[in-house]
């Protein structure tokens, strides 16, 4: 049986490493008045923890849903993640705020994406029958 220092140097030389434990706290930065991600919304999420919960919660290609867009914060990260995103929101201003989004987006490595408003149920469900295949 090996030690615990045995052990840690085996896994190392095969290229296992021990990485840092995560914690239940997450230090990100609030978004202050004159962010430069800042698109006008007044509950708008910093990108950051957006981004960890689609990173964590779904994989490149899937279907991730908003049922309150607001900014559109979700719709840019899925974007700059590769994901496809439905984005819903009450407010009608959701669109003029995405597209500042989209203008702040690092979308060099993204995929070519499309976006279509206000879809008829039978377009909005082609498309996610498509995005499933």
Same mark, same amino acid.
């Given at each position: 049986?090996?030690?615990?220092?045995?052990? =840690?140097? &085996?896994? @190392?030389? #095969?290229?296992? &490493?021990?990485?840092?434990? !995560?914690?239940? *706290?997450?230090?990100i930065g609030r978004l202050n008045g004159n962010s430069s +991600?800042? $698109?006008?919304? !007044?509950? =708008?999420? !910093?990108? +950051?923890?957006i981004?960890?919960? *689609?990173?964590? #919660?779904?994989? +490149?290609?899937? #279907? *991730? #849903? %908003?049922f309150f867009a607001g900014s559109g914060t979700t719709g840019r990260v899925c974007i700059e993640e590769n994901r496809h995103s439905i984005? $819903? %929101? @009450? %407010?009608?201003?959701l669109t003029g705020y995405f597209h500042k989004h989209l203008e702040n987006a690092d979308l060099s490595k993204s995929k070519p994406y499309e976006i279509i408003e206000n879809p008829s149920l039978d377009d909005f469900l082609n498309m $996610?029958?498509?995005s499933a295949n």
């Open positions: 049986m090996l030690s615990i220092k045995e052990r =840690q140097r &085996y896994l @190392a030389k #095969l290229g296992y &490493y021990k990485g840092k434990n !995560p914690t239940n *706290v997450w230090e +991600e800042r $698109v006008g919304h !007044p509950t =708008q999420k !910093p990108t +950051e923890i981004r960890r919960f *689609v990173k964590s #919660l779904s994989y +490149e290609g899937s #279907l *991730v #849903l %908003d984005m $819903v %929101d @009450a %407010d009608n201003s $996610v029958r498509n």
